[in-house]
């Protein structure tokens, strides 16, 4: 292609988005990626043994499917071969002592079952979720929209004007709860308290942080209303249906272009110099899916405005994220009726078993118990391994990025904190024991199991930095307007026609693709 209208630097769901997005307006897009394949966080591969397929990282894409990227392109994915797998089972909790919850995609039966547990539980759950859908349009706007905009000031001057400034001043107040004080406050029950302790993890919180609470309610909201889908196949298809549409649109996209720099002319970014030492040109901007410190440390360098080479150096990343995988011979075994169905099942002792293993891994230690999400892709999409075989997808959210000690005092640490290969295996068995627990003969059934580090994960994505999946840490000072930066104004940056998106700016994390998707419809 001639010079292009847009170059966007790395090929997550935001890259993508945004790709996608402006082919269709009729611009002309280059994406490069520096991996040899497009994908930033979700890849799929046979890792374990022949036929088994796993999505190495992401895997659910509850936040794609209901967001406005997939409302403005999911007919013309679908075109290309994208299609979902879903469940009414999205999610549940089992505890050591076997006590289970499973959350459906039915509000009645999730109101009547909690009730069942502990009375009042279920009614207090409904009032959750149903406060969540009444006060939708204020939560999304604010979560996914540009903060810095006329549409995002009238929706609070409306809502001041509609519920008073009061109102809405203590409505905001409310959503900065943690999520510690909404569960003990609101359920009498450890084991409905410990179904939604785990998932602030998911949003790179702790449960001790402001907003978990409220982020807490929303992910229930949107578990509840439309699942935890997964690829069918295994994400590489959904990447495969992003690529044909967006070279249907006009686009190109280059693997194994690692971009060294951004060329500036003027005060304005006007294209990229490749590590092959190829410029590349760009007619508009240029758009990087790229954390702070890769743009302002790698790319800009010493070119880089000042403020925001300091802004990055003060910029906080979160704890790293552990995977394994299993192949096994059989479907698990758990010690608990129902749970066999269920996509994404957390193994904790309860909240202040989050809450300990958190707070563990923040101060640089192994946790002794660790909060384990297991996926189980075959129970959604039977494609994904042999038959009557079955693959598990665990997750690992508290680990640390430089490891200072194991809490439990058995693990060698090793002298430079870094993760070693014996000790990822010998956390892996950590895991591997407490899942055993709960699946009767697991260690029979396993036919092979793959283990990341967060150094692994690290080595596969740069931007994955320490391990963490979510560019960045999420508590409330780095979200909203405040992310990546204090001065931060929507995905501007201090350098004309230079942009950036990606996880480590708002929305923030997940496979949403809001920043590409309102970075698309600004330009």
């Given at each position: ?26 611009a002309k ?5 520096r ?49 979902f ?7 549940g909790?089992?505890?050591p ?16 079952g909690?009730n069942?547990?502990?009375?009042g ?11 969540i ?9 604010l979560?996914g ?7 995002t ?17 203590a ?7 943690p999520?510690?004080g909404?569960?003990e ?16 993890l ?6 001790e ?23 069918k ?5 959904l ?8 070279k ?15 060329v500036?002319?003027?005060g304005r ?9 190829e410029?590349?040109?760009a007619k508009?901007?240029?758009i ?17 405005p000042?403020a925001d080479?300091?802004?990055?150096q ?5 704890k ?13 075994a758990?010690r608990?009726?129902g749970?066999d ?13 989050v ?31 042999p ?5 598990l ?13 194991d809490a439990?005092g058995?693990l060698?640490?090793?002298a430079?904190?870094r ?8 956390y ?13 003969g ?5 036919i092979?199991?793959r ?5 692994d ?37 201090g350098?004309k ?18 920043s ?8």
């Amino acid at each position: 292609m001639n010079a292009p209208d847009h170059i966007i630097v790395g090929s997550g769901i935001n890259a993508l988005v945004c790709a996608a997005m402006l082919g269709g307006k009729g611009a002309k897009v280059l994406v490069l990626e520096r991996n040899d394949r497009i994908g930033g966080c979700m890849r799929t591969e046979e890792i374990t043994a022949p036929g088994f397929i796993h999505d190495v990282m992401a895997t659910t894409f509850v936040l794609f499917i209901t967001s406005p990227a997939y409302a403005a392109l999911g007919k013309d994915l679908a075109r290309h071969g994208l299609e979902f797998c879903n469940t009414g089972t999205p999610t549940g909790v089992l505890r050591p002592d076997g006590s289970h919850a499973i959350l459906r995609t039915d509000r009645p039966a999730n109101v009547a079952g909690m009730n069942t547990m502990t009375a009042g539980d279920g009614d207090r759950h409904g009032s959750d979720v149903g406060e969540i859908e009444r006060n939708a349009g204020l939560l999304f706007g604010l979560l996914g929209g540009s903060l810095w905009s006329y549409p995002t000031a009238k929706l609070l001057a409306g809502e001041a004007w509609r519920r008073g400034p009061r109102e809405l001043a203590a409505f905001l107040g409310a959503a900065l709860v943690p999520a510690r004080g909404w569960l003990e406050s609101t359920y009498q029950s450890e084991t409905t308290r410990a179904l939604w302790a785990p998932w602030v993890l998911h949003a790179g919180l702790g449960p001790e942080d402001a907003f978990s609470g409220q982020i807490a309610r929303v992910i229930a909201f949107a578990l509840e209303a439309a699942g935890a889908p997964i690829v069918k196949g295994g994400a590489k298809n959904l990447l495969s249906a992003f690529e044909a549409l967006i070279k249907e649109r006009g686009g190109v996209i280059r693997t194994e272009g690692d971009v060294a720099s951004i060329v500036q002319s003027g005060g304005r970014a006007t294209g990229v110099r490749l590590a092959s030492g190829e410029t590349v040109t760009a007619k508009k901007s240029v758009i990087c899916s790229v954390t702070p410190t890769q743009l302002y440390e790698r790319l800009l360098g010493d070119a880089a405005p000042k403020a925001d080479v300091e802004a990055t150096q003060k910029y906080r990343y979160g704890k790293g994220n552990f995977q394994i995988h299993y192949a096994l011979d059989k479907p698990p075994a758990w010690r608990g009726d129902g749970l066999d169905k269920v996509a994404l099942l957390h193994l904790t002792p309860g909240l202040d078993g989050v809450s300990k293993a958190c707070n563990e891994a923040t101060r640089g230690m192994l946790p002794e118990v660790p909060t384990i999400c297991v996926g189980q892709p075959h129970a959604l999409d039977p494609s994904r391994c042999p038959d009557g075989k079955a693959i598990l997808w665990l997750q690992l959210p508290e680990a640390p990025r430089h490891i200072k000690g194991d809490a439990a005092g058995k693990l060698p640490t090793p002298a430079d904190g870094r993760w070693t290969e014996a000790l990822r295996e010998a956390y892996a068995d950590r895991a591997e024991a407490i899942l055993a627990s709960h699946i009767a003969g697991l260690k029979d059934s396993v036919i092979a199991r793959r283990a990341y580090s967060p150094a692994d994960l690290e080595a596969m994505n740069i931007n994955l930095v320490g391990g963490d999946p979510y560019g960045g840490s999420s508590t409330i000072d780095q979200s909203f307007l405040w992310r990546p930066f204090k001065t931060s104004r929507n995905h501007a940056t201090g350098i004309k026609g230079l942009y950036h998106i990606g996880a480590s700016t708002h929305p923030g994390a997940g496979l949403g693709g809001g920043s590409g998707f309102l970075l698309a419809g600004r330009l």
